[in-house]
């Protein structure tokens, strides 16, 4: 039997299906010999908190704060870039990335120990169709180098994806994100569907659920930044796919859009503040599995695993 965790970071929810999906996964952990939920929140302005702080189930671990703007802009990394959008906010990413880190955190502690395997999962789901859940739990419980991804029709969460696939009527490969060509990734981001009917290796997706062997946020956690592990990551990729050259325009120049990037002289690669912020960041999701790939994991879209936006 597995032990599973399932895991969330929310904010702002209240209007979401978060009563239902809370719902669903209790029903889910009851396919598993021992599980929780466990949910991260803060700052929201609605009634999350309350609706969270009311459920009464040993199940279920509630964890949440509220940080004053002031500590938010002091601690922060990034920010919105203002000279050239007007905004004045903090990095969404940045933010996403630390409340995960949060969880990561809570799940490390003894109490935890014996729990096998952990799901990441986004509260704000339509629907989550997950009845085979278990046996790809226990896929991951028997293979730690295994990650699933979650899927859905058309596919949508484009931003966590890396794959080797040209976009139609584009010319942007998928394993290239904004942290490096900058803005032109999301001028083409949607330019086509993907559907997703095999089980497919990838360099990283997320797509709403990621099963994890727990023993990867032993060593683990996430990050918004470009960091040595991305650096090398994206080294193998461009030295592995000679077709990338065509886009060397792009790797080392710096964004027109948000100039200032961090440049990589050794190897001709600038950085690029990109998505609006002063900062070369990058998905969260696309960071972990950065590491993960360069540690030898394998990273799926189990098509199967099914949800709904």
């Known amino acids: 039997m597995v032990n599973v965790l399932f895991l969330g970071v929310v904010k702002n929810v209240e209007q979401t299906q978060i009563k239902n999906n809370i719902t669903n996964i209790f029903y889910l952990c009851n396919k598993f010999n021992k599980s929780k939920l466990i949910i991260y929140e803060n700052n929201s302005t609605d009634n999350t908190k309350n609706i969270l702080k009311n459920i009464s189930d040993d199940r279920f671990v509630f964890l949440s704060e509220d940080i004053t703007y002031e500590d938010i802009k002091k601690q922060s990394k990034a920010w919105a870039y203002t000279k050239i959008t007007g905004s004045d906010h903090p990095c969404r990413i940045e933010q996403i990335s630390n409340a995960r880190n949060k969880v990561i955190n809570e799940i490390n502690k003894e109490e935890y120990d014996d729990y096998d395997v952990v799901i990441w999962i986004d509260m704000d789901l339509q629907n989550l169709n997950l009845g085979n859940l278990p046996q790809y739990v226990e896929e991951v419980k028997n293979n730690e180098k295994i990650v699933l991804t979650g899927n859905s029709e058309p596919y949508y969460d484009y931003y ?57 946020f032993k060593k683990y956690n996430y990050n918004f930044l470009i960091d040595d592990y991305v650096e090398k990551y994206y080294i193998n990729i461009l030295n592995q796919n000679k077709n990338l050259m065509k886009y060397m325009n792009f790797i080392t120049n710096d964004c027109n859009k948000f100039p200032g990037g961090r440049q990589d002289n050794r190897n001709g690669i600038i950085w690029k503040n990109n998505s609006g912020f002063d900062k070369p960041i990058i998905c969260e999701h696309v960071n972990l599995h950065a590491k993960l790939k360069l540690d030898n994991y394998n990273i799926y879209i189990e098509p199967n695993l099914m949800i709904t936006r």
């Open 160 to 216: 966590a994806l890396r794959i080797n696939q040209e976009i139609q009527n584009g010319y942007i490969n998928r394993l290239l994100g904004p942290e490096i060509i900058g803005e032109p990734f999301w001028y083409y981001l949607s330019r086509n569907n993907i559907i997703f009917k095999e089980r497919i290796n990838v360099l990283s997706a997320f797509n709403g659920v990621g099963i994890y062997n727990k023993k990867v």
